[in-house]
């Protein structure tokens, strides 16, 4: 805690004081602001090289400098310039607020996302249950953009990604039951700890897939991803966002790509647990980039299914399944297997 | 327009559009609540009796027939 300033001298030393403390550090450079900016505009750059190299295309492989480094920086730019179209008859207020709205919501879960074992913003109680509460905010703000944009593609696109919420959410709340039930809290500090000896992915495996699979629907990813499915709805919800706003989506939809696959790093891949030469936010950041490039490769890979066959799936496939996961673990729990690893 | 090859787009934009999937929708709203109420029991597994859990999971098997009926009437296309 840092007492404010009573006279002209004491401004510089409280600003040092500020700017060296343990919340200003980790809200604005590590598990913060300027980590998530430089993760984000990495994954831009590492989804355009491995869909790249998945489907041989030659542009993607070769263009913008060395490696393609350049080539996220002159997207930023030329994003940034371009005109922003307004639909006529659109609601300007909530077109020009919900991309805010959904980076805002992008970013909040990073408060509790733990990368160390002190490497955490807030060190919530219920950091799970605060996830899935903002996660799931999604899909209405996409309804609301898609209603405020004033033209038929993104209003479609907007009512499938509200149906896709009803085929995942489910499973997904279902399937980091069994992870609550063998952490034994909410707390994800709390669940990264009691995967010291073990990860949870062995003894919830079931679980596993099927959260990752819930992962994939939530991100609107391939085969997933009918919310914008190209053929049928343009681009669909983002159908009309043009220049900076086409950029703040989509910097809201790499963060929740972040987020998601720091998720299932801390719900199943033991967090910022490895071998002791790395430090922990480096496990924990290489494990979410892994997670992540296996939630990318089913975009160059997969073709899209449809809607119905999506939400059977979620229905009586991934719920019957993270059900049995939980069963699973009642079993597990009570007759004692898990003693010898602390759980 | 940048799409639709330039033609200009006709009729209302905000239609409305029939809610599909009805059964799937109403199954969401039920299990929605369930599904709170297992993260309360998940928590505290560790700590209440083995019979308090017992009945949670009666609970879970009672709620398993009336799923799969709804499950069986949601694949019918005309309740959709």
């Known amino acids: ?343 | 327009m940048p799409f639709e090859s330039g033609q200009v787009p006709q009729g209302e934009a905000r239609k409305r559009i029939v809610m599909q999937y009805y059964p799937y929708l109403l199954m969401f709203v039920v299990f929605d609540v369930v599904g709170m109420f297992l993260f309360a029991w998940g928590i505290s597994f560790r700590s209440i009796a083995p019979s308090d859990s017992l009945l949670v999971l009666l609970f879970l098997f009672l709620l398993g027939a009336p799923l799969g009926y709804a499950l069986k009437m949601a694949l019918h296309r005309e309740n959709w």
């Open chain 1, 1 to 343: 805690m840092v007492n404010l300033p009573s006279t002209p001298a004491d401004i510089l030393p409280f600003i040092i004081a500020v700017v060296t403390s343990h919340t200003f550090i980790t809200l604005v450079f590590f598990p913060g602001f300027i980590h998530l900016v430089i993760v984000v505009m990495f994954l831009t750059w590492y989804e355009r090289k491995l869909l790249a190299r998945i489907q041989l295309r030659i542009g993607p492989l070769y263009a913008g400098g060395p490696g393609g480094i350049l080539q996220p920086i002159a997207d930023g730019v030329k994003l940034i310039f371009k005109e922003v179209m307004i639909p006529y008859k659109a609601d300007k207020p909530l077109f020009l607020g919900v991309p805010l709205a959904l980076v805002f919501l992008g970013a909040l879960p990073f408060a509790v996302i733990p990368f160390g074992q002190h490497w955490v913003i807030a060190n919530l109680d219920v950091g799970l249950v605060f996830i899935f509460a903002v996660t799931s905010l999604f899909p209405s703000m996409i309804l609301i953009f898609a209603w405020a944009s004033n033209s038929k593609y993104p209003f479609l696109g907007g009512l499938r990604s509200l149906f896709q919420q009803v085929a995942y959410e489910i499973p997904m709340w279902i399937s980091a039951l069994s992870v609550v039930m063998l952490a034994g809290s909410l707390n994800l500090v709390q669940i990264v700890n009691a995967q010291q000896k073990i990860w949870f992915i062995v003894p919830a495996f079931l679980s596993f897939i099927v959260f990752f699979i819930a992962t994939m629907a939530e991100l609107e990813r391939l085969p997933f991803d009918l919310p914008e499915a190209e053929p049928e709805l343009v681009a669909g919800w983002f159908t009309e966002s043009s220049g900076a706003i086409y950029m703040v989506i989509f910097l809201a939809l790499y963060m929740k790509l972040y987020l998601m696959s720091s998720l299932v790093t801390i719900l199943f891949l033991g967090g910022w647990w490895g071998p002791a030469f790395l430090p922990q936010p480096v496990w924990f950041i290489l494990k979410a980039l892994v997670v992540a490039t296996f939630i990318i490769i089913p975009r160059g890979v997969y073709p899209r299914l449809r809607v119905d066959l999506l939400i059977k799936i979620g229905w009586t496939r991934l719920l019957i399944i993270a059900l049995a996961n939980v069963f699973i673990t009642v079993v597990l729990l009570s007759t004692g297997v898990l003693a010898a690893w602390g759980l």
